[in-house]
Structures are given as C-alpha cells and as structure tokens.
C-alpha cells in the first residue's frame, strides 16, 4: 500500500478544512430563515411604536450582520488551527537549540529574535558596503573631472551672484551682500576694481555685451551702470588646490571660513560712482540684466514689477506687471528681444519685446513654491530652478508641461547653462552643486570637503566655456567665489 507523502497530506487536510467550513456556511445560512422568523415571533409579541415595514427591515438588517460576524468567528477560528499546526511542526524540527529543550513559546521567541538579528545585521552590512562602493565612485569621479582651481576671498559678506565679463580682457565679478561688487583676475585670483557706489546689498552682476561696463542690481531700490577699466596682473605660481583629504563629506565650522579681513580687495583701484541710476523701483532690485546689444535693461524688482530702460536716456520704456509676488531673478535671451522674469508667486513669464508695438507675455505655471530662477538656453528652450527641490526645462512653443524635470532633495538657486555643451549647474541650499544634462540625467557632483568646496548656501553659478583654467564659476555665503575646472569631454564621456 503507497504511502502518502507530507505534501499530500497537507493538501488534503486543507481541502477539509475548506470543506468543512463551507458546510458551516450552509448550516448557518439554512437557519437564517428559522432564526428570524422567530426574531419577528418574539417581536410581534411586543410593544413597539415602529411600524411593521421598518421593523421588517431592521430585523433583515441586523440578520445580515449577524451572518457576517458569524463567517468572520468562523474564518478566525481556521485561522488559529493554521496557527496551532504551524506551531507543532516548529516544534518537531526544532527540539534543541543550543543544546536545551525549548517550549513552544521559547521556540517562538528564540526564533523571532534570531531572524530580526541576522535582518538588521545583513541591512547594516549591506548598506554600509554599498554606500561605501558608491562614494568610493562618486569622489573619484568627481575629483578626476571637476576640479577646484581658484579660490576668490575678499568679500566681508556673502556673495549672491558671479557673472564672467563677455569682452577682453576676461575678468570674474561678484555681487555681495556687503554692499560692493569685486571685479577679479581669474587666473591670479586677484581684485581688480571695487565698486561702492551702492547703499544697499548688491544683489545682481551683469557685464555689457561689448563694453568694459558693468550693470548691478541692489537693495537700495536703484541699479547702477558703470565702467571700469582693468589691467590684468602678470600669473604668479599658486599653490595645488587640488590635492584634498580622504572624505568627501566633512563638516566644517565657522573658523574655517574666509575672514575677508586682510586681503588685497582694500587695495585695488575703486569705483565710487555711477554713469548712470536706474529709480523706478518701490523695493529691493534683486536682479538686472542687459537685452541684445546692450542699448536697453531689464530689472526685477520686490515690488512685483520689471522694468525695462533705455540705457542712455535712463528712460523707463515699459513696466511690466503681472506678478503676484515678489521677483527673483530676470534673464534676457542672448540674440532675441525676449525676458524671462522669475516670482515666489511660483511661476515665470514670458516676455517678448521682438515688435517694437506690442509685447506679449506668456506664463508657465510648473513649480509649487518660489521660481528662484529661469534663463534661457540653446534654441527654444529655457531652464527653471525652484524652491520646490524641481529644475524643469521648458519648449517656449509648448508652456503646458516641461519637456523634462530633475528632482534635487534641497532647494534650487540661480541656475545657469553652458549654452554650447548644453550642461546645466545647479547651486543648493545644501552646499552642493551638482550638473545635469538638458534631458535630466545627472554628470557629477562636484567635490565638497573640509578643503575645497563651499561651506555655506550656494547661490550662484556661471560658465566661461572658452577659458582654459576656469570653465565654471560658483559664489555662496561663504563669502567667497569658485572657479572650477571641468573636464567637459571626459564628462560626457561618463554619462
């Protein structure tokens, strides 16, 4: 005679199980009827105000869930069978564990504990050894492509925006909080010119497309246009600021951070007036920039306008409204007569001064918390960084939705595009800059640690693609300004 074998066995007694318990089923439903109709017996027996439909109803009502609680006891019951069961057969496996005869609650514990042990221990070892692999793998990636080359210390507060001079001789500007803008030596990382000629943070740096002039946005309501002239010192040897300490991540404090006390920016030539002001505003200028040829300005303003100005006349040509909130950033396109102006209202527009008769303005409504930024790029498209932790990038002939949307987990600032390798970097709140590609996918990170790299928020990022030492520029409220070396080839090359 075969024997029957544990499998079987336990299929079968399942389907016994399952047998039985639809029989019970049926028993319960084939003495639903008898059950009310005595329910309705010993009722009709009894006072009541309710009529006999609404009673009627109530008794098939409560019926019903009597019905369900007595197929719920019956499943639990089952259940705690299933239980039972599976507790023996542990129990027969496992007689002795460390030597001692264990109880069925003892077995329970003892293997309950056990299993969250060696859980805990493989997620401790498995994290620890991954994120070891892709630090290991981030750092030298970054080291290897994105290199710090210069450091520029001379501000007494943080620096808001960095902007590259567009005519020769190339020169760094910086626009702090310490009311003065610096204009710098990028290969010598020394102070040229300092303008003072603001009572109020300069909070915006933008240099004339062919003059040696320079437009800067402040928070005593005014932006300033004024011209320098600089001659860039002979290159002496600098020390390697390459060489950085085995973590990439290390906390600093304050006593790291330049003091600003002591530097060679107290010494150069300053500017202490403008050629010309620009008053229009009712608040705090917080960005300016030059339209295509440099005959007209664009400034934004806190108080929810952006106004455009003939340059020579100082003239106010249009203001533009719209804006729920506050503005943050404006930007103009590099060969058309087009705006982009940026708001906490959470959106950016759109504004075209191409038909000297009428300008349009579009409004892209994409982020859930203040656009901090938006400038344009290659072809049609412009890119836009948010406090919301989102950069998007945007088709200008499609505003519905973006074309594509990175997602940071800090805070975005004023972004910037190199326009030829289309390579977007993002400044955060965190300290990090981090570069990305027009379809979202991430290229590197570059280096942060007790040696290099910001120690505060970073604001502001710029590209010089043509210069052979520093192709990227980064300030933050550290009060110092960056310059970056990265290798775009071997970048690309990665991704």
Not at 198 to 206: M, Q
Request: aromatic share 6%; with cysteine; hydrophobic share 35%.
């Amino acid at each position: 005679m075969p024997i029957e074998s544990g499998s079987c066995a336990s299929a079968r007694q399942a389907k016994q199980k399952r047998k039985s318990h639809s029989l019970s089923i049926r028993r319960t439903n084939s003495s639903e009827q008898e059950r009310a109709g005595l329910q309705r017996d010993m009722l009709e027996g009894q006072d009541s105000k309710l009529p006999s439909a609404v009673r009627n109803t109530l008794l098939e009502l409560f019926g019903q869930i009597e019905r369900e609680f007595e197929n719920l006891y019956i499943e639990n019951l089952e259940l705690r069978r299933e239980v039972d069961t599976l507790n023996e057969r542990l129990a027969g496996e496992g007689q002795t564990i460390d030597g001692a005869e264990l109880s069925k609650g003892q077995l329970k514990t003892k293997a309950s504990h056990s299993t969250s042990q060696l859980s805990q221990k493989l997620k401790t070892t498995y994290k620890a050894s991954t994120s070891k692999i892709v630090s290991s793998f981030k750092t030298t990636t970054s080291r290897a492509i994105c290199q710090l080359v210069k450091e520029y210390v001379g501000h007494r507060d943080g620096i808001w925006d960095v902007s590259v001079a567009k005519t020769q001789p190339v020169v760094l500007g910086t626009a702090s909080a310490d009311h003065t803008a610096l204009l710098w030596s990028i290969e010598t990382a020394k102070c040229l010119v300092k303008y003072v000629g603001h009572v109020g943070s300069v909070n915006s740096i933008k240099f004339h497309p062919t003059e040696q002039v320079a437009l800067t946005a402040s928070g005593d309501q005014t932006a300033h246009i004024w011209r320098y002239i600089v001659q860039l010192p002979t290159p002496q040897p600098t020390a390697d600021c390459n060489q950085v300490s085995g973590e990439d991540e290390v906390e600093c404090s304050d006593k790291d951070e330049p003091d600003g006390d002591g530097d060679g920016s107290s010494d150069c030539p300053t500017v202490r007036a403008p050629l010309t002001s620009l008053k229009s505003h009712q608040g705090v200028v917080i960005a300016a920039d030059w339209l295509v040829g440099g005959k007209q300005a664009v400034t934004a303003s806190w108080d929810r306008t952006a106004n455009l100005y003939d340059v020579e006349t100082s003239e106010l040509v249009h203001s533009l409204t719209g804006h729920d909130q506050e503005l943050t950033h404006c930007c103009t396109h590099p060969t058309q007569r087009l705006v982009v102006t940026s708001s906490r209202d959470t959106t950016f527009r759109l504004w075209d001064f191409r038909d000297p008769s009428i300008h349009s303005v579009n409004v892209f409504q994409g982020h859930t918390d203040t656009v901090t930024s938006a400038v344009f790029t290659v072809g049609d498209n412009v890119v836009s960084g948010s406090d919301d932790r989102t950069v998007k990038v945007w088709d200008l002939k499609n505003m519905r939705s973006p074309i594509a949307t990175i997602r940071t987990d800090s805070a975005v600032n004023r972004i910037n595009v190199c326009v030829g390798q289309r390579i977007i970097a993002l400044p955060h709140d965190n300290r990090q800059v981090r570069l990305f590609d027009m379809s979202g996918v991430r290229l590197a990170r570059l280096p942060r640690s007790n040696r290099q790299g910001h120690r505060r928020m970073v604001c502001c990022s710029a590209w010089c693609e043509d210069h052979p030492i520093c192709n990227l520029f980064t300030c933050g409220f550290d009060r110092q300004a960056i310059g970056w070396n990265i290798n775009i080839p071997a970048l690309l090359q990665e991704k």
